[in-house]
C-alpha cells in the first residue's frame, strides 16, 4: 500500500513556524555551506557586492525567529492556532485560517529575498506555494533547507525558472499569484490571469527621508542622522524600494548646510563598508551623466555636486525641482524644502509613490505627509533597508493574502 | 561683444563652404583642418557663450591649458541644454528653438540656433548623401510631427526642409497631437503605389511600429515602388513594444516590401545640428557601423570621459562644429564603441526609471 504524501495541511501551523525558525536560523551562519553558495550566485547575479550581500542575507534570516513570525500571523488573524482549527473570536463566529490553496510568486531578478518573505507567509498558511524567478539561487536552496527540517515542505514548496514570455500563459491553476514589478508588467501579468485569481501585485515605489530643521539645528544627532541616511542609499545601490532616492532638509535654498558635505563624508565611508558592485556600462554612463549634469548646474551657480574620483556616489544638492530624483546608484537628490508640504508636493509631480519614509525626528506633520504620499513605513534613518520581518511590504498583509476565512455559525 | 559679427560671419562662411564642398564633391577634412576648425570653434564658444565659459573654468586642466586638439574639448552634458541657455548669442534673437522632448525627466532642453543657414545646409548635406546617393525625388511620409503644428521639433523641421527640397511635393504628415494618424497613411501609400511613385517614409521608431501593428491587426502587407525607402530614427525602448532592431528592420522590410538595406537609420539628437546616417557599406551586415558628415565626430569615452580604444563600449560625446552658436562638444548617455573612423551605436535606453522591487520587470512582460 502507497502512504500518502505528506504535506503542510497535516501539520501543525506551530511545527511549520519552527522549521523555518530552524531553517533561517542555519541560514543566518554565514558558513552555512547553501548560504555560500548562494552568496556568490547573488553577487554574481546583481551585480552587488559580498558585503552587500552577505548584510542582506544577514538582514533576511537573523530576524526570522519563531517568536517574531509567530506574533505577526497572530497581530494579523488573532492566533497561529486560527490556522490549525476553529477559534474563538470574541463578537465574531468561530473561525478557522484555511488555506487559500496553491500560491504563484512570481519575481524576475528581485531586491534579495524579496520573493522569500510572502513564500514564507504563504507557507506558514500551508498553501501550495510555487516561486518562479528568472535565475534566483536563492528562494530554491532555501526551500531545500526547508525540506530537511519537514519532508512536508518538500510537496509543498517548489522554486522554478521563469522565462517571462512563455511562462505568461501557464498561469492558470493557481488561486493567489503575487508578483513584483513596474506598474506596466503587473498590468501585464494581471491580464493573463482567469477573473477567480486572486492577484497581489508589489509595483514601482520610492523611499525618501526628511530632516527636520530642528534636527539640522542639533550638531549632536546630525552625525548620526548622516551616517544612517548614506547607508540607506548605498546598500542594495539605491534599487529597492526601500533605497533613499530623494533627500529633503528643512532649510531654505542657497549654499548648502554643514549636514550635506557630512553626508558626502558618511556616504564614503558607508561606500567602505559596503563597496560598490559590478556596474554594468550603462549604469555607470548614468552615474557619470548625473555628475556631468550637476558639475554644469553647479558651475552656472545653481547647487552644489560632492563625488569621489571614481565617481562611485554623486549627492546633488539643491537640483531643479521640475526634475525627478535620478534613480541611479549611489544617486542622491537633496532638496531644501520649507515644510513637508513642499515634499509631498514634489514627489506628487513626479509620481513618485513611497514605499517608506525616514525621518530625523518623530514630528506628526512630516509623518502624516508621509503617509499622504503613500508611504507604509515610517522609520528612522539608517533603518530603512532594515525592515522588521513582519513589517506590512507595500502596505499588504504578510498573511492574509494567503488564507480564507471559515465562519462557523453552528 | 566687439569682433563677434565678423567672427561669427567669418566661421560661418568657413563652415558652410566645409559643407557644401563635401555636399557637392564630397570633400572631407582632414585631421588638421578638423582639428584646427574646431578649436576655432572652441575659443569662439569661450569667448562669447558665458554658462559654457563658467563651466570651462571649473574644470582644472582647461583652466591651466587651452586644449590643443579637439578630441581635448571639454564637452557638456546634454541635459546641460536644459540648465542653461547655451548660446554665443542673445537667445531672443535666435532664428530657431528646438525642444528635447523631456517626456520621461520632466523638463525640456532647449536648442537656440542663431541662423537657419548652418541647420539647413547641414541637414540637406547629410540626408542628400546618406538616402539620396541615387539622386531620387520621391514622395515622403513623414511619420515625424508637423514643424507647422510642433515648431519646436527638430525632426519636423528636419523633415520638412528634405522634403521640400528634395521631395515631388506631395509630402504627406501623419503625426497629429501626438497620435499616428494610420489610417491616412495607408490610403496615401496606396495612392502612391497606384502611381508607381517611390517614397521614402520617416519616422521614429515609436511611429513605425505603431504602423507596423496596425498593418498586422489588419494582416496588410506592400511592395512598394522601386526605390522606395525607410528611415527610422529614435530608440526602440521606453514608449513602444520591446522589439530587437534586427527584427525590428525585417518586420519593415516584410510589410513594406523593401530590401532591408533600404532601411536606414538616423541618429540624431535636439542638441546637434548634425546628423548621423547608417553607413551604406554596412547596411546589409548585421552590426551597421554610423558616420556623420566631415564637420560631426564623435569619441567613444569611459565614465571618466578618457578615450576608449577600438570595440570597447563606452558612450558616446560628439563634435559638431555646426554648432557654432551653441557648444561644439556634447556628451551623451548613449552606448556605443568605436569602428574605424565610425561606431556601433548599441543603446539609446530611455531615462532610468523607478523599478520597485524587481529590477528587470520587463522580462515579465508576455510579449
Given at each position: ?98 488555506p487559500i490553496g496553491r500560491v504563484c510568486i ?92 486572486q492577484f497581489v501585485g508589489f509595483g514601482s ?206 | ?189 496606396g495612392g502612391a503605389m497606384a502611381q508607381g ?171
Amino acid at each position: 500500500m502507497r502512504s500518502r504524501r505528506k504535506d503542510l495541511r497535516q501539520i501543525r501551523a506551530k511545527r511549520i513556524v519552527d522549521c523555518i525558525s530552524d531553517a533561517a536560523h542555519r541560514w543566518a551562519n554565514a558558513d552555512f555551506t547553501p548560504r555560500v553558495r548562494a552568496t556568490q550566485a547573488v553577487a554574481e547575479r546583481t551585480g552587488y557586492s559580498l558585503p552587500v550581500v552577505e548584510y542582506a542575507f544577514d538582514q533576511l534570516f537573523l530576524p526570522l525567529i519563531a517568536e517574531t513570525l509567530e506574533n505577526s500571523i497572530a497581530s494579523e488573524i488573532g492566533s497561529l492556532s486560527a490556522l490549525d482549527d476553529f477559534i474563538a473570536r470574541p463578537g465574531k463566529p468561530d473561525g478557522h485560517a484555511s488555506p487559500i490553496g496553491r500560491v504563484c510568486i512570481i519575481s524576475s531578478r528581485t531586491t534579495i529575498g524579496v520573493g522569500l518573505l510572502p513564500a514564507l507567509y504563504a507557507l506558514c498558511a500551508k498553501c501550495d506555494v510555487t516561486v518562479k524567478d528568472r535565475q534566483d539561487a536563492l528562494v530554491g536552496a532555501f526551500f531545500g533547507t526547508l525540506a530537511e527540517e519537514d519532508e512536508a515542505f518538500a510537496h509543498s514548496a517548489r522554486a522554478q525558472s521563469w522565462d517571462g514570455a512563455r511562462n505568461a500563459s501557464r498561469l492558470t491553476g493557481f488561486d493567489v499569484v503575487v508578483a513584483f514589478g513596474t506598474n506596466r508588467a503587473l498590468q501585464a501579468i494581471r491580464g493573463t490571469l482567469p477573473a477567480d485569481t486572486q492577484f497581489v501585485g508589489f509595483g514601482s515605489r520610492a523611499s525618501a527621508g526628511y530632516v527636520t530643521a530642528e534636527s539640522l539645528a542639533q550638531a549632536e544627532t546630525l552625525e548620526a542622522i548622516a551616517a544612517g541616511a548614506a547607508r540607506d542609499l548605498v546598500l542594495f545601490e539605491t534599487e529597492g524600494c526601500l533605497s533613499l532616492h530623494v533627500l529633503f532638509l528643512e532649510v531654505s535654498a542657497g549654499l548648502p548646510p554643514s549636514f550635506v558635505p557630512m553626508l558626502a563624508r558618511h556616504i564614503e565611508l558607508a561606500n567602505a563598508e559596503f563597496p560598490i558592485g559590478q556596474r554594468d556600462r550603462s549604469e555607470s554612463a548614468r552615474v557619470a551623466s548625473v555628475r556631468k549634469t550637476a558639475e554644469f548646474r553647479a558651475s552656472t551657480g545653481h547647487g552644489a555636486v560632492y563625488s569621489d574620483a571614481a565617481c562611485s556616489y554623486v549627492l546633488e544638492w539643491d537640483p531643479p525641482t521640475g526634475e525627478p530624483p535620478p534613480l541611479a546608484p549611489r544617486c542622491l537628490a537633496v532638496i531644501p524644502v520649507c515644510n513637508p508640504q513642499q515634499a509631498a508636493s514634489y514627489l506628487r509631480q513626479h509620481h513618485l509613490r513611497l514605499e517608506a519614509l525616514a525621518c530625523s525626528q518623530r514630528r506628526t506633520d512630516v509623518l502624516e505627509a508621509g503617509s499622504d504620499a503613500g508611504g507604509v513605513r515610517l522609520t528612522r534613518f539608517g533603518e530603512l533597508q532594515r525592515p522588521p520581518a513582519g513589517a506590512h511590504h507595500g502596505g499588504r498583509p504578510r498573511i492574509g493574502d494567503f488564507i480564507r476565512w471559515i465562519d462557523r455559525e453552528i | 561683444m566687439s569682433g563677434y559679427p565678423e567672427e561669427t560671419t567669418a566661421l560661418d562662411g568657413e563652415l558652410l563652404r566645409t559643407m557644401r564642398s563635401w555636399r557637392d564633391g564630397g570633400h572631407a577634412l582632414h585631421e588638421d583642418e578638423f582639428n584646427e576648425l574646431a578649436l576655432r570653434v572652441f575659443r569662439y564658444q569661450l569667448r562669447y557663450n558665458e554658462p559654457y565659459r563658467q563651466y570651462c573654468a571649473t574644470l582644472s586642466e582647461t583652466n591651466r591649458t587651452l586644449p590643443s586638439n579637439w578630441q581635448s574639448i571639454p564637452p557638456v552634458p546634454a541635459s546641460a541644454f536644459k540648465d542653461a541657455i547655451l548660446t554665443t548669442f542673445d537667445s531672443a534673437r535666435a532664428a530657431l528653438v528646438f525642444e528635447t522632448s523631456g517626456t520621461t525627466r520632466g523638463r525640456s532642453g532647449t536648442h537656440y540656433m542663431e541662423t537657419n543657414a548652418l541647420y539647413d545646409e547641414a541637414l540637406l548635406a547629410g540626408f542628400n548623401r546618406a538616402m539620396l546617393a541615387d539622386g531620387a525625388v520621391l514622395r515622403y511620409f513623414n511619420l515625424v510631427p508637423n514643424p507647422l503644428e510642433r515648431p519646436g521639433s527638430s525632426l519636423g523641421y528636419m523633415m520638412a526642409k528634405v522634403s521640400a527640397r528634395y521631395g515631388d511635393g506631395n509630402t504627406g504628415w501623419y503625426v497629429r497631437a501626438e497620435d499616428v494618424r494610420a489610417t491616412e497613411f495607408l490610403r496615401d501609400l496606396g495612392g502612391a503605389m497606384a502611381q508607381g511613385v517611390a517614397v521614402c517614409i520617416s519616422g521614429t521608431a515609436f511611429g513605425l511600429v505603431h504602423i507596423l501593428d496596425v498593418l498586422g491587426a489588419r494582416k496588410m502587407r506592400f511592395v512598394l515602388p522601386a526605390g522606395s525607402r525607410i528611415m527610422e530614427t529614435g530608440g526602440l525602448k521606453g514608449r513602444t513594444r520591446v522589439l530587437s532592431r534586427e527584427n525590428f528592420y525585417e518586420e519593415l522590410a516584410r510589410t513594406f516590401g523593401v530590401p532591408r538595406e533600404s532601411i536606414v537609420a538616423e541618429y540624431g539628437m535636439t542638441e546637434l545640428t548634425s546628423q548621423y546616417y547608417d553607413e551604406p557599406a554596412s547596411r546589409a551586415a548585421a552590426q551597421r557601423t554610423k558616420a556623420g558628415p566631415p564637420w560631426l565626430r564623435s569619441m567613444v569615452v569611459d565614465a571618466a570621459g578618457n578615450a576608449l580604444p577600438e570595440n570597447i563600449v563606452g558612450t558616446l560625446v560628439h563634435f559638431d562644429l555646426a554648432n557654432r552658436g551653441s557648444v561644439m562638444a556634447v556628451a551623451t548617455e548613449d552606448l556605443a564603441y568605436a569602428s574605424g573612423e565610425s561606431f556601433v551605436l548599441l543603446g539609446r535606453d530611455a531615462d532610468a526609471s523607478l523599478r520597485g522591487c524587481s529590477l528587470d520587470a520587463e522580462d515579465l512582460l508576455p510579449i
